[in-house]
């Protein structure tokens, strides 16, 4: 268990530490875009400025809808993930019934919801 959460935190740490910089990056490369434009043609830019909240609005909902299904899919590959490792565990006993067919069966069962999500 120990181990697995070391992972975890390890998968994580790698993962927003490159997300950081990349979100830093392009937030001052469109700051610094507009300060340029604003220099060099503020008539356009004004008039590019008038649609940036609907960009935004639009950004903001495609990022909820992405999060809401990609935490849905972890959850189902999480279940089948888990099912999977509980017939692992007890592979003795699934063998001795000769269940093994019903535990892939299942297992794809709770697979197929995640790559349905």
């Known amino acids: 268990m120990a181990a697995k959460i070391s992972k975890e935190v390890a998968a994580v740490q790698r993962g927003t530490g ?6 830093m990056m392009s937030t001052s490369s469109f700051v610094l875009g507009y300060v340029a434009a604003f220099y060099f043609g503020w008539k356009l830019t004004l008039i590019l400025l008038v649609g ?23 959850k189902a590959y999480a279940q089948s993930a888990g099912y999977a490792e509980q017939a ?19 297992y794809t069962k709770y697979l197929g919801r995640a790559k349905a999500k």
């Open 18 to 23: 490159e997300k950081i910089g990349n979100v």
């Open 88 to 106: 692992l565990q007890s592979v003795k006993i699934v063998h001795s019934f000769c269940n093994e067919l019903l535990e892939l069966t299942n």
């Open 52 to 74: 940036l909240p609907a960009v935004c609005l639009s950004g903001i909902a495609m990022g909820a809808s992405f999060e809401t299904g990609a935490v849905e899919s972890m």
